[in-house]
């Protein structure tokens, strides 16, 4: 928290000191920040050496828990044009950008491509949940908590001493499906966290929904857990109970108009297909030539040439989906490939739940992978460069398997940055790398 304070401190300095300034008024050329490596190889390629083009995200430092420096900082509130994923790949854009107050332009790339909710696959054949939702059902099904990725946003409301409270929950899988509580496949558990107060409330669960009844003033915690049959399906961290003497819980006559909603939770890896790699050349091409008008030919020749080899990758990997024996990516990274898998109708098994880098793997979905990969002597295991790699040593340890690494494209290694690496590069490493984990077989050889 005092990371935070202490960067918006500076911001509002930084903000102050160039509140007069024109951004490029010092530049010879525009000055184009860009927040990951997709973006920013995009832009460098379209602008050449017509703009001044910036990656704000350090080599080798993961996008997901990224906070910029005072020196960044000051590049944004200078630049001519930010171009960033979205929110959810970099929520700290939010905090530093004020729509009203900033004198650049923002291009928010994830408004501009197909965007699919949650993973396509994964390791529980697309039942894994990426939506929980808890629902004050007093007060008009009023959204107070729901979970993101691996921690929650809102909290319950404080329950009066002596009464109850009773709370409506809503799952939904990757594809969006809910998940029905109401049948005998899905089952809800709500229990009291372990060393924790458990004469605070007690608990009454039904189908959909959970009964809480304040027995004592205090604070203590609880935890959700899905079962599919025997299988915990999905497990909550702790979220916050208080039971206070005296409080008297607000119920509006009317539904409120401004409810938080999750519904905008999706897979923010949106470069991972070639195809929507094109829309952002598309929507950067348009940015560039409206800061650039002079050099609006020589913009548009570079991005057909980039669409060109985009277009090229795609029917190779199109040509590579028809020719392989094995269709599921046995992967030990985190869940960043959704949108390839969904373009080249592959499958996905993973040990990762949420989408962040520094997700925690589930071990009932590691042994799942190892048994699915001795049953099916599947040879080949996938992880990704600039990733921790314990998960996918201890599932080669258990299989012998080989480990073929991939480029999650977010970003790059110093090595790789310095020797000019591009996202077609990345592309091509792909292609052949999947050539062989999938056992690709030239049908062009009969």
């Known amino acids: 928290m005092k990371k935070l304070l202490v960067i918006g401190s500076l911001f509002l300095l930084l903000l102050s000191l160039t509140a007069c300034q024109t951004p490029s008024s010092n ?28 990656l704000i995200l350090p080599p080798g430092v993961d996008a997901h828990t990224f906070e910029p420096t005072p020196r960044i900082i000051s590049d944004i509130l200078n ?9 959810r790949m970099e929520p700290w854009v939010n905090r ?37 939702e808890l629902t004050d059902r007093e007060n008009h099904q009023q959204l107070t908590a729901w979970f993101h990725v691996d921690h929650w946003h809102g909290s319950v409301p404080t329950i009066p001493l002596g009464d109850s409270l009773e709370l409506g929950v809503f799952f939904a899988n990757a594809r969006g499906q809910e998940v029905l509580l ?37 604070l203590t915690q609880i935890i959700f857990t899905l079962f ?19 409080f008297e819980r607000i119920i509006s006559e009317v539904p409120p108009s401004n409810t938080p909603s999750n519904t905008d939770d999706y897979d923010p890896h949106i470069w991972t297909d070639p195809l929507n790699v094109m829309m952002m050349v598309q929507v950067i091409e348009a940015n560039l030539i409206e800061l650039l008008p002079e050099h609006a030919a020589l913009i548009q020749a570079r991005a057909e040439s980039y669409m ?4 090229r990758l795609h029917e190779a990997f199109v040509s590579m989906r028809q020719g392989v024996e094995i269709t599921v990516l046995m992967y030990g ?70 480990i073929l690494y991939l480029y999650a494209m977010e970003n790059v290694s110093p090595d790789e940055f310095a020797q000019g690496i591009t996202l077609i ?3 091509e490493h792909n292609l052949s790398q999947l050539k062989i984990g999938l056992r690709y077989q030239n049908e062009t050889l009969d």
């Open 27 to 54: 530049n010879e050329k525009p000055l184009i920040v860009t927040t990951l490596f997709p973006q920013f190889d995009v832009a460098r390629t379209l602008a050449g050496d017509l703009a001044d083009v910036r």
């Open 79 to 87: 630049a001519d044009l930010l171009i960033q994923t979205s929110d």
């Open 308 to 311: 060109t080899e985009l277009e």
């Open 228 to 246: 599919e049959g025997t299988e915990v399906l999905f497990e909550s961290p702790p979220i916050n109970v208080r039971v206070e003497e005296g």
């Open 333 to 402: 990274g985190h869940n960043a490939m959704g949108y390839f898998i969904a373009r080249y109708n592959l499958s996905y098994v993973n040990a990762y739940r949420g989408f962040s880098s520094d997700a925690e793997p589930v071990p009932t979905a590691i042994s799942n992978m190892i048994s699915l990969m001795n049953t099916y002597q599947i040879e080949h295991l996938f992880s990704e460069k600039l990733l921790n790699q314990n998960v996918a040593q201890t599932i080669q340890q258990a299989t012998g398997a080989t």
């Open 96 to 132: 530093l950008v004020r729509p009203s107050a900033q004198s650049f332009s923002l291009l928010v790339l994830s408004e501009h491509v197909n965007r699919i909710q949650g993973n396509p696959e994964d390791y529980h054949y697309g039942e894994t949940i990426t939506t929980f």
């Open 425 to 427: 590069d990345m592309f």
């Open 182 to 218: 109401n049948t005998a496949d899905f089952t809800l558990d709500v229990r009291v966290a372990e060393f924790l107060p458990r004469d605070v409330v007690s608990v009454e669960t039904y189908e959909d929904f959970v009964i809480l009844e304040g027995l004592r003033d205090g």
